[in-house]
């Protein structure tokens, strides 16, 4: 097993007034040469966005961008045509593919939005741009992983990649295994809040954990913690 610790204050800072930001990998004007990604997995930005703001239109190509807000709502318009809000709970993903512009914007006038934005670099390039979000009822994540991108799961919303991501809630003294589900993958464990104890480390709200080489990762929660796991190809 092979594992790298990503503190959450060692995390790069990004402040604009109307958006302030915690980047695990290295972006805009956050570069660290040994923090540019984790195998496939190459953004996981933690975005606070003020009210009435966001990110105006703009660019992507041949990547998979996943949305999860953890407070607040995203409004966001892109140029397939789909304009939609995408609430606390749901789970958005953005195929870009050959290319498309899009923009997101909080939903709201007054409250603050907090939501996590990654990015994966895709199986296949050049595909045809596509969008997708799905509610997920955390009652089914309570001691358990509960799957919300998948590329193979009809209940999740499909990556263009043999990639996973999956949310969990532990209860306090509960010990849960994730099983890789492709052989070479790696795991990328972020602490949403909590705490928690995996491969001999300690870790506490928004640190995170890369783990590669394993076939099998225990997970022990030392109080009420909220997870996400995302399982991609390390190669």
């Known amino acids: 097993m092979k594992t790298l610790v990503h503190r959450a204050n060692s995390r790069g800072n990004a402040d604009f007034g109307w958006l302030k930001s915690k980047h695990s990998f290295s972006f805009g004007q956050y570069y660290n040469p040994e923090r540019i990604h984790f195998g496939m997995l190459r953004v996981l930005n933690d975005d606070i966005v003020a009210g009435g703001a966001g990110f105006p239109t703009h660019p992507h190509d041949n990547m998979e961008i996943v949305s999860i807000p953890l407070k607040g709502a995203l409004a966001h318009r892109d140029s397939t045509g789909t304009e939609k809000i995408i609430q606390t709970g749901e789970v958005q993903i953005m195929s870009a593919g050959s290319g ?30 596509r969008y997708d979000q799905k509610q997920f009822d955390s009652q089914n994540r309570q001691n358990a992983f509960q799957t919300v991108v998948a590329s193979d799961d009809p209940h999740a919303v499909w990556i263009n990649q043999d990639a996973w991501f999956s949310l969990a809630n532990l209860a306090s003294g509960n010990t849960i295994e994730y099983t890789i589900k492709q052989h070479g993958n790696g795991v990328y464990i972020f602490v949403i809040n909590g705490q928690i104890e995996v491969a001999d480390n300690w870790l506490s709200m928004r640190d995170a954990i890369g783990i590669s080489n394993a076939e099998l990762v225990s997970i022990a929660a030392s109080e009420d913690t909220e997870l996400l796991v995302i399982e991609v190809p390390m190669n």
């Open 100 to 129: 498309l512009t899009h923009s997101e914007y909080n939903a709201s006038k007054d409250e603050e939005v907090n939501f996590l934005q990654v990015w994966v670099f895709p199986k296949e390039k050049d595909i045809t741009p």
